[in-house]
């Protein structure tokens, strides 16, 4: 490069440096192998370790979209009772309901295995980049690229397996630009140890669910075994006896699932205008129904409750993300921010060449995808066939599909790296409720009907019958709660599957042609080009800022920070934590009523309760929807509390972080052990927490 060009590229720096916005103090879900050492070191004056991050780590556990963590050396795990609920419900019967009575197992003989339940341990990061950007060879088009690098990634992962025997995952980073080959040990013998009532838990109801201050006792106790036996680590985190105070340093943990702030402003678009309104009515047509059926009785109730709780934490999360994107401020701001970028990009001949168009190739495909958003919802993503038992189906017809396959050539959900996990979740005994069923597919039946009812699709699967009528015969007729059916068909291939005449196989099979065809075109027109352009944006920011800006959350382990802070809210204070007074004083002010009423255990051990402890506190440390159940850790690496929430204000910072009001919220560890031994008489769990014999 001659002078006067050298020159105009570090002017050209100065200038990207000077538009391109800062990230805030304590933003940033950061990667583990790539811990903000210096941000920590000049905000808090905390040192991070290689040791710090390993020992973290190692604790640290995914729950398949959701956080956990090892608290103690024989495999004790914590996470959020709303985490653990499916556990919880799966295991509680007509007759013993765990969510209503709550769950204590005074003897590791009493924990309870959980069916179906696999969780997994971050063992090893690898950034393997380089192989993966170099599968693309020029001249190929985008879907040419995608499937070379899918070739790769495959081979990846399947070498993982093969060598280490744990699970490789390849984790796309910064929209392409960066891949990580992440490698896990999964743990499929988990029992659960405790769990409080549904109304502690979930003390507020929907009503409270992202707000502040809280009082919610979010947490259930689950053991790992190894071979029958609990699961021996020295990488567990050691608890703390001393809580937090206003302005103390903490660290989390956790697996925050997406976030959207490194996305272009035509995905913004398209979010705003296309997917978030149809997921919002989607889930509150399903939150309607759950209600209405809820109303039957109390076994309909608790039935009911296995997805209502999930359909109403995504609604108010939707909304919430969606608020954001129809703020004209937020949306001016990220505006800014990629026009800083391109204009940075532009002031040199060299970048613009590269990387100039990228911004223009992924709005393109923003409007093709539009254009079959709700076809690939209905058929591909099974919005239309809201049934489990279509889950079981499909998955087995997919599986005899893509096993003979060779590795690289499969969807990659049947690749061999995924295979263990999705057998085992096939031969889950988990129970299935046939009444449930038939209501919940004869609705999204309906709402097919009335959606895409002109597809020669629908018409073969409604004929003139009504979505009802065909919901009854599908669930009626269905075979596929039998285990050992599920079995002979996994077992028998392709074969098996063509001869059987169940008739949610033959549901499966009808409908997976158009589902893979909208599926192919999707990977090819719209995945395809966003990851290459995506990639060109990402290399762009890297010559012009380096990585000073974590990637967006993918589902997979981060570490975040912040302080324990109050804030002010429309002119008052609100404080850092609440505590047991607060939360009998509000139980009280509502007469013990939905949605503040408390279970008899509360009210029956409140004099034995030091009213002063507190429950819940805040912290500024940046989190989404996955950071459900990470543990927060002090400067030491204690356990100090476990996220749960955030507040409302919180949810447009999936775009845009701001830390003067949002505020993640978590359950204090000194109010887990306060409720443990207070209310429970839990205290050889306690002392196996706290490290005694």
Same mark, same amino acid.
């Given at each position: 490069?001659?002078?006067?060009?050298?020159?105009?590229? =570090?002017?050209?720096?100065?200038?990207?440096?000077?538009?391109?916005?800062?990230?805030?103090?304590?933003?940033?879900?950061?990667?583990?192998?790539?811990?903000?050492?210096?941000?920590?070191?000049?905000?808090?004056?905390?040192?991070?370790?290689?040791?710090?991050?390993?020992?973290?780590?190692?604790?640290?556990?995914?729950?398949?979209?959701?956080?956990?963590?090892?608290?103690?050396?024989?495999?004790?795990?914590?996470?959020?009772?709303?985490?653990?609920?499916?556990?919880?419900?799966?295991?509680?019967?007509?007759?013993? /309901?765990?969510?209503?009575?709550?769950?204590?197992?005074?003897?590791?003989?009493?924990?309870?295995?959980?069916?179906?339940?696999?969780?997994?341990?971050?063992?090893?990061?690898?950034?393997?980049?380089?192989?993966?950007?170099?599968?693309?060879?020029?001249?190929?088009?985008?879907?040419?690229?995608?499937?070379?690098?899918?070739?790769?990634?495959?081979?990846?992962?399947?070498?993982?397996?093969?060598?280490?025997?744990?699970?490789?995952?390849?984790?796309?980073?910064?929209?392409?630009?960066?891949?990580?080959?992440?490698?896990?040990?999964?743990?499929?013998?988990?029992?659960?140890?405790?769990?409080?009532?549904?109304?502690?838990?979930?003390?507020?109801?929907?009503?409270?669910?992202?707000? +502040?201050?809280?009082?919610?006792?979010? =947490?259930?106790?689950?053991?790992?075994?190894?071979?029958?036996?609990?699961?021996?680590?020295?990488?567990?985190?050691?608890?703390?006896?001393?809580?937090?105070?206003?302005?103390?340093?903490?660290?989390?943990?956790?697996?925050?699932?997406?976030?959207?702030?490194?996305?272009? +402003?035509?995905?913004?678009?398209?979010?705003?205008?296309?997917?978030?309104?149809?997921?919002?009515?989607?889930?509150?047509?399903?939150?309607?129904?759950?209600?209405?059926?809820?109303?039957?009785?109390?076994?309909?109730?608790?039935?009911?409750?296995?997805?209502?709780?999930?359909?109403?934490?995504?609604?108010?999360?939707?909304?919430?993300?969606?608020?954001?994107?129809?703020?004209?401020?937020? #949306?001016?701001?990220?505006?800014?921010?990629?026009?800083?970028?391109?204009? &940075?990009?532009?002031?040199?001949?060299?970048?613009?060449?590269?990387? &100039?168009?990228?911004?223009?190739?992924?709005?393109?495909?923003?409007?093709?995808?539009?254009?079959?958003?709700?076809? #690939?919802?209905?058929?591909?993503?099974?919005?239309?066939?809201?049934?489990?038992?279509?889950?079981?189906?499909?998955?087995?017809?997919?599986?005899?599909?893509?096993?003979?396959?060779?590795?690289?050539?499969?969807?990659?959900?049947?690749?061999?790296?995924?295979?263990?996990?999705?057998?085992?979740?096939?031969?889950?005994?988990?129970?299935?409720?046939?009444?449930?069923?038939?209501?919940?597919?004869?609705?999204?039946?309906?709402?097919?009907?009335?959606?895409?009812?002109?597809?020669?699709?629908?018409?073969?699967?409604?004929?003139?019958?009504?979505?009802? /009528?065909?919901?009854?015969?599908?669930?009626?007729?269905?075979?596929?709660?039998?285990?050992?059916?599920?079995?002979?068909?996994?077992?028998?291939?392709?074969?098996?599957?063509?001869?059987?005449?169940?008739? #949610? =196989?033959?549901?499966?099979?009808?409908?997976?042609?158009?589902?893979?065809?909208?599926?192919?075109?999707?990977?090819?027109?719209?995945?395809?080009?966003?990851?290459?352009?995506?990639?060109?944006?990402?290399?762009?920011?890297?010559?012009?800022?380096?990585?000073?800006?974590?990637?967006?959350?993918?589902?997979?382990?981060?570490?975040?920070? &912040?302080?324990?802070?109050?804030?002010?809210?429309?002119?008052?204070?609100?404080?850092?934590?609440?505590?047991?007074?607060?939360?009998?004083?509000?139980?009280?002010?509502?007469?013990?009523?939905?949605?503040?009423?408390?279970?008899?255990?509360?009210?029956?051990?409140?004099?034995?309760?030091?009213?002063?402890?507190?429950?819940?506190?805040?912290?500024?440390?940046?989190?989404?929807?996955?950071?459900?159940?990470?543990?927060?850790?002090?400067?030491?690496?204690?356990?100090?509390?476990?996220?749960?929430? &955030?507040?409302?204000?919180?949810?447009?910072?999936?775009?845009?972080?701001?830390?003067?009001?949002?505020?993640?919220?978590?359950?204090?560890?000194?109010?887990?052990?306060?409720?443990?031994?207070?209310?429970?008489?839990?205290?050889?769990?306690?002392?196996?927490?706290?490290?005694?014999?």
């Amino acid at each position: 490069m001659r002078k006067h060009d050298i020159r105009r590229f =570090i002017s050209v720096l100065v200038l990207a440096a000077a538009l391109v916005l800062p990230i805030a103090a304590d933003e940033g879900m950061w990667l583990f192998n790539k811990p903000p050492k210096d941000v920590l070191q000049k905000q808090y004056g905390f040192t991070v370790t290689p040791e710090f991050m390993d020992h973290l780590r190692l604790a640290s556990i995914s729950f398949g979209g959701a956080s956990g963590s090892f608290i103690s050396p024989d495999g004790l795990v914590l996470t959020n009772h709303h985490v653990g609920q499916g556990a919880v419900q799966n295991l509680s019967t007509k007759e013993r /309901d765990l969510m209503k009575t709550g769950f204590y197992a005074r003897t590791r003989g009493e924990e309870l295995k959980v069916p179906g339940m696999e969780l997994r341990v971050l063992h090893g990061i690898e950034d393997v980049t380089d192989q993966i950007l170099g599968a693309e060879k020029p001249g190929m088009t985008p879907a040419e690229a995608a499937e070379a690098r899918q070739k790769v990634i495959a081979a990846l992962e399947k070498e993982t397996a093969e060598k280490s025997g744990l699970r490789g995952v390849v984790v796309t980073l910064y929209s392409g630009g960066m891949y990580h080959l992440y490698k896990y040990k999964t743990h499929s013998d988990v029992r659960l140890v405790f769990a409080p009532e549904y109304l502690a838990a979930f003390f507020g109801g929907d009503q409270d669910n992202f707000t +502040y201050p809280r009082y919610d006792l979010d =947490i259930t106790l689950f053991r790992i075994y190894e071979n029958d036996k609990p699961f021996q680590s020295d990488n567990y985190i050691k608890w703390s006896t001393t809580g937090v105070r206003e302005g103390d340093l903490v660290l989390c943990s956790g697996h925050p699932g997406s976030t959207g702030r490194l996305l272009t +402003y035509s995905q913004l678009e398209f979010l705003r205008d296309t997917s978030y309104p149809f997921n919002i009515a989607n889930l509150k047509r399903r939150q309607a129904f759950m209600h209405e059926y809820a109303k039957k009785g109390e076994e309909e109730k608790r039935v009911a409750l296995r997805n209502l709780f999930g359909i109403e934490n995504s609604l108010k999360a939707t909304i919430g993300y969606q608020s954001g994107l129809l703020d004209k401020k937020l #949306m001016e701001k990220k505006l800014r921010e990629e026009q800083a970028l391109r204009d &940075g990009v532009s002031k040199s001949p060299e970048l613009e060449k590269e990387f &100039g168009s990228a911004w223009d190739e992924i709005a393109a495909v923003q409007k093709a995808y539009a254009s079959f958003f709700k076809p #690939m919802a209905f058929f591909e993503r099974a919005n239309g066939f809201y049934t489990t038992y279509f889950n079981v189906a499909r998955n087995l017809v997919r599986l005899a599909m893509e096993k003979p396959k060779p590795n690289a050539d499969r969807l990659r959900e049947y690749r061999d790296a995924a295979l263990p996990s999705l057998e085992r979740g096939l031969l889950s005994p988990a129970p299935i409720y046939d009444e449930f069923e038939t209501l919940k597919l004869g609705d999204s039946l309906t709402q097919l009907k009335e959606e895409l009812g002109g597809t020669q699709e629908v018409k073969w699967i409604l004929g003139d019958r009504s979505p009802k /009528d065909v919901a009854a015969e599908l669930v009626a007729g269905t075979k596929l709660k039998d285990l050992d059916l599920r079995k002979k068909l996994m077992a028998g291939g392709l074969e098996a599957i063509y001869e059987c005449q169940d008739p #949610m =196989i033959k549901l499966a099979l009808l409908v997976d042609p158009v589902s893979r065809g909208l599926r192919a075109k999707y990977e090819k027109t719209v995945e395809a080009v966003e990851t290459r352009s995506g990639t060109r944006i990402a290399r762009a920011m890297f010559k012009l800022e380096g990585t000073a800006i974590p990637p967006d959350a993918t589902g997979t382990l981060r570490l975040s920070f &912040g302080a324990v802070r109050s804030y002010v809210e429309n002119g008052k204070k609100i404080p850092f934590e609440t505590t047991y007074a607060g939360l009998y004083e509000r139980s009280a002010k509502a007469g013990n009523k939905d949605p503040y009423e408390l279970p008899e255990s509360f009210l029956k051990r409140k004099a034995a309760v030091k009213l002063s402890t507190p429950i819940n506190f805040v912290s500024t440390a940046d989190s989404i929807g996955g950071n459900s159940g990470s543990p927060l850790v002090n400067r030491k690496g204690e356990f100090v509390g476990v996220l749960f929430d &955030g507040n409302i204000q919180s949810l447009p910072t999936r775009f845009v972080y701001e830390d003067t009001v949002s505020r993640s919220v978590m359950v204090h560890a000194q109010g887990i052990i306060e409720a443990l031994l207070k209310i429970y008489d839990a205290k050889p769990l306690v002392d196996e927490i706290l490290g005694k014999k």
